[in-house]
């Protein structure tokens, strides 16, 4: 008898697809706008500055490999959720919020969703739509039933409207999962207006925000890419928040990120806690320790920090100049108007509005990669083929 005999075989992941055939491609201007991660002028993902000098310093002061807690690494929960919270933070000073280590913001999510399927029992979570894929299925198989509310809509607008009267429909006492900054896939932001909008329905409809916060400082800074996270903190109750340092210290494969939670009393956090080091237990037992090392020593450390403050900067202005510079280039062809969205989104990506035929004819007759949505990775453009890139479009456009 085989015991595997019943197993199916289901599809790859189509973005994981999309990098095979990009590396198979022998086309010379050929560009990978699919896969989520940032990309240098030359194409590569560089390991950061700061982090090679953190980690040179741990190879030497590292004297153990022994596990650590099961909250983490205690220095850098403490200063990751000082950057989430803010230096000042009343809360974490109140000893109301609390990190604890995940492998990456997927680990992060992946606990709220066990938390709110142990915990609270019943509710259910609401995704917009769309939405990073992996919260479909993530949520779905942390046993949540998952429901939508809707965020762009087929003319590749934000729909604001709509999502705030979806907002309002919601069960009291549902998750609701909202994007702090730069929205995957969409590159849609809230501005501040709408977040209050948002904050005054979740308050009404005594909803609990779950807030991915994968990509601080990639929007506008550090500091400000935490203002809706820090406002829903300081207004409701209780939030949870979940910090990936994959895009923001570089670190993907380290696999470092936290679940912030804020609670309404300092003992009530004590309860949560407990809940989630003996959720984490059954997951992945202790967090790895090494990405979160690098982390704390750039954080502790305040001109380490300034280093990578400035090495996130460059990203965050690299990525704005490659989107205006794309609608520059777009100009010649009368498109600029058509793609100024390009412009306005915030983040490593954007929504271009192209059709899946047109992200088909892009691959076969032009090498550019993307996702079938139309989903573009901006910082996986090249300055110096934006022209090349523009001069595709319009052919695909016409
Ligand atoms: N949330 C969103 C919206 C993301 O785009 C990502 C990364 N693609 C993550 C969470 C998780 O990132 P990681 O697990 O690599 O830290």
């Known amino acids: 008898m085989s015991h595997f005999s019943g197993v199916a075989r289901v599809p790859g992941d189509p973005i994981l697809g999309l990098i095979d055939a990009y590396r198979s491609d022998p086309n010379p201007q050929k560009l990978d706008l699919g ?3 940032y990309k240098d002028p030359q194409g590569n993902t560089p390991i950061l500055n700061s982090v090679k000098i953190a980690e040179r310093y741990l190879v030497d002061s590292e004297t153990s490999k022994s596990y650590i807690g099961g909250h983490g690494d205690p220095l850098f929960t403490q200063h990751l959720a000082r950057l989430v919270m803010g230096a000042d933070s009343a809360l974490l000073n109140e000893n109301r919020a609390g ?8 680990g992060a999510l992946r606990l709220a969703g066990d938390f709110i399927r142990y915990c609270l029992p019943g509710r259910g979570i609401w995704l917009s739509d769309p939405t990073w894929p992996i919260h479909e299925t993530l949520f779905a198989a942390a046993g949540l039933k998952v429901s939508h509310y809707p965020y762009v809509d087929a003319d590749n607008r934000l729909v604001f409207d709509a999502m705030l009267a979806a907002l309002r429909q919601i069960p009291a006492g549902d998750v609701v999962l909202l994007h702090a900054c730069c929205h995957n896939p969409s590159g849609f932001d809230l501005s501040q207006t709408q977040w209050r909008q948002v904050l005054e329905v979740v308050r009404e409809r005594e909803l609990l925000p779950l807030i991915d916060f994968a990509y601080q400082g990639f929007a506008e800074g550090l500091e400000a890419d935490a203002w809706a996270v820090r406002l829903f903190a300081a207004e409701l109750p209780e939030v949870l928040i979940t ?31 407990s809940q989630l080091a003996a959720i ?14 690098v982390v704390a020593q750039i954080l502790a450390d305040e001109s380490l920090k ?10 965050r202005v690299r ?3 490659l989107r205006q510079g794309l609608l520059t280039a777009l100009q010649p062809y009368g ?17 271009t509005g192209l059709s899946a035929e047109q992200v088909k004819r892009l691959r076969d007759e032009h090498s ?24 595709a479009i319009a052919k695909v456009s016409a």
């Open 35 to 37: 896969v989520g991660v």
């Open 99 to 106: 990190a604890t280590q995940t492998p990456g913001g997927t």
């Open 243 to 273: 910090s990936s340092c994959s895009k923001n210290f570089g670190l993907y494969r380290e696999r470092t990120g936290a679940l912030v939670v804020t609670c309404a009393s300092a003992d009530k956090l004590v309860d949560v806690r």
């Open 280 to 293: 984490a237990r059954n997951l992945w037992s202790t967090p790895p320790a090494h990405g979160a090392a």
């Open 306 to 315: 300034l280093v990578w403050q400035e090495e996130v900067q460059a990203m």
């Open 319 to 321: 990525i704005a100049q």
């Open 335 to 351: 498109l600029a108007e058509r793609f100024a969205h390009i412009g306005s989104q915030r983040g490593m990506f954007s929504y």
């Open 368 to 391: 550019i990669y993307m996702v079938s949505t139309g989903r573009a990775n901006v910082a996986g453009m090249d300055e110096q083929r934006l022209e090349y890139l523009a001069a």
